[in-house]
């Protein structure tokens, strides 16, 4: 099973421009005080980046995230969450994208800036 199938991560918008994920929040996205995994945000704004990144390059190249920085803002535990990423920067090596995770009254939660580096598949 692919990891955003079995987080029940949804994407409602993908293009070069921006990419847009919706989650809602189950108990098993939670950590043991009953609040939303800091690591979800984590997940939520690499792989949103990481899509819009990839919509860049060629169907010969993929784009691998080598830095992530996440700042949570805002606690939630329960609802729906949206992430929307947009770049920042894109580079032919080098993608900077920026994620911002929403609340289900459209909080800002949790930002986050992503560094990806495209390479070429092996052949």
């Not at 980046?49 to 080598?66: F, H, K, P, R, T």
């Not at 920042?88 to 580096?117: H, P």
Request: net charge negative; aromatic share 4%.
């Amino acid at each position: 099973m692919h990891l955003l199938d079995y987080l029940n991560v949804k994407t409602t918008e993908l293009t070069k421009e921006k990419v847009v994920l919706t989650m809602k929040i189950e108990d098993f996205h939670k950590q043991p005080y009953g609040i939303l995994h800091g690591g979800m945000n984590g997940i939520l704004i690499e792989t949103a980046c990481s899509l819009g990144a990839n919509e860049q390059l060629d169907e010969n190249s993929y784009a691998v995230g080598i830095d992530l920085q996440i700042n949570h803002l805002k606690g939630v535990s329960d609802g729906t969450l949206t992430v929307i990423a947009t770049a920042d920067r894109i580079g032919q090596a080098v993608q900077v994208w920026e994620g911002k995770i929403f609340n289900t009254s459209d909080e800002l939660t949790a930002v986050g800036r992503c560094t990806l580096m495209s390479r070429k598949m092996d052949t």
